[in-house]
């Protein structure tokens, strides 16, 4: 069964440094990956998405993600974080059911603060 | 710029009510999903439609839960009675489905509803 990892529930990164959120997916066929993230009180924004070709996509707000088949992963990075980047961060794998059903499988999330 | 809404943002309501959350897609998606999102159990999908058909309701409790499109631009989810533990955010997101090959899985979030049940 499809199923999405984020090993981390939240993380503190100070304003400036580097950021890497990690996902692991399970996937029989390749995968359509994508990075939402939500801010509080608000509904889920996507940040980008990887459907085939360059493994190395580029998202809004300066964020880009790097697909490692080899690694089952889809790991989020941003070279300078910002303290607006604090918010919680999904990963989600697009699965086909039965009849062309499409959905998205969801990680459980992980929460970023920002320090200044 | 098109974006998917949600009426009522918040509601608190007493037990034993009925609430009718709504949803209005963006123009022109042809699917159309319903989310609850908790601290203990995260996002959950409840129900999604496409081109108003019901495809899978099998995360919504169906005793007291319902999900309906009365049309192509208006989504409803039902809760009635209410209970405490249906209390949660709402989501409510659009996508366009062409064909099994023209088409992707993106889905956009409209900002919720905040239930509370007491």
């Known amino acids: 069964a499809q199923s999405v990892t984020q090993p981390d529930i939240h993380i503190t990164v100070s304003e400036g440094a580097s950021l890497e959120l990690r996902c692991n997916y399970s996937y029989g066929a390749t995968p359509y990956l994508f990075w939402y993230v939500q801010s509080p009180g608000q509904g889920l924004q996507l940040l980008l998405k990887y459907f085939s070709g360059d493994t190395l996509v580029q998202g809004i707000k300066g964020f880009e993600a790097e697909f490692k088949r080899s690694q089952s992963s889809f790991n989020l990075r941003k070279p300078s974080v910002h303290w607006s980047d604090a918010a919680e961060y999904f990963c989600a794998v697009g699965a086909d059911n039965a009849g062309n059903n499409r959905k998205l499988i969801w990680g459980l999330g992980t929460s970023l603060a920002v320090n200044p | 710029d098109a974006r998917v809404t949600q009426t009522p943002r918040h509601k608190v309501t007493e037990m034993g009510q009925e609430v009718t959350m709504r949803c209005q897609p963006i123009l022109g998606h042809n699917t159309v999903f319903w989310y609850r999102q908790t601290m203990m159990q995260g996002l959950e999908l409840l129900a999604y439609?496409?081109?108003?058909?019901?495809?899978?309701d099998s995360g919504m409790p169906k005793d007291r839960f319902s999900a309906e499109m009365p049309d192509a631009t208006l989504a409803t989810l039902k809760i009635q009675p209410s209970e405490p533990r249906d209390s949660a955010v709402y989501f409510c997101?659009?996508?366009?489905?062409?064909?099994?090959?023209?088409?992707?899985?993106?889905?956009?979030f409209g900002p919720g509803t905040r239930l509370t049940v007491t």
């Open positions: 439609f496409r081109n108003r058909a019901p495809l899978d």
């Open positions: 997101a659009s996508g366009l489905v062409l064909s099994r090959y023209g088409s992707s899985y993106e889905q956009y």
